[in-house]
């Protein structure tokens, strides 16, 4: 069993940044992909960003590409969202999960295949 919980979330102007933290529980984090969604008001969840166990691979939705970085530190158990640029379209409340099939080599961006997943944190973006 994993335990995810997320942190760092908050009210922010457009055009600021925010940077989320995703904290696990247990020794397997470090042979997980990992991977952030997010559920705006009105609207189904939606994939943000996922890395690959090792932290070699990163993936991106197109509408956060380029001012969002995912990362993760394997020896803190820890997976970060940096959130640059934000926009009010941002706003949704933000999820992290993990994907246990160990040492995969690429992540997936799929909903249905992360099996763990924390209890949200809260991004209001105000314009």
């Known amino acids: 069993q994993v335990q995810l919980v997320e942190s760092g979330g908050g009210l922010v102007q457009a055009g600021g940044s925010l940077r989320l933290s995703c904290v696990a529980s247990g020794r397997a984090f470090s042979t997980y992909g990992m991977g952030w969604f997010r559920r705006a008001p009105g609207k189904g969840r939606e994939f943000v960003a996922a890395?690959?166990?090792?932290?070699?691979?990163?993936y991106y939705a197109d509408v956060v590409k380029g001012r969002f970085t995912i990362s993760r530190d394997n020896a803190k158990n820890t997976v970060y969202l940096q959130m640059n640029s934000l926009k009010g379209e941002d706003t949704a409340v933000y999820y992290c999960?993990?994907?246990?099939?160990?040492?995969?080599?690429?992540?997936?961006?799929?909903?249905?295949?992360?099996?763990?997943w924390g209890q949200g944190t809260q991004v209001t973006v105000s314009s």
């Open positions: 890395v690959t166990w090792n932290g070699g691979r990163t």
């Open positions: 999960a993990a994907d246990p099939r160990p040492w995969a080599r690429s992540a997936t961006t799929a909903e249905s295949e992360y099996e763990y």
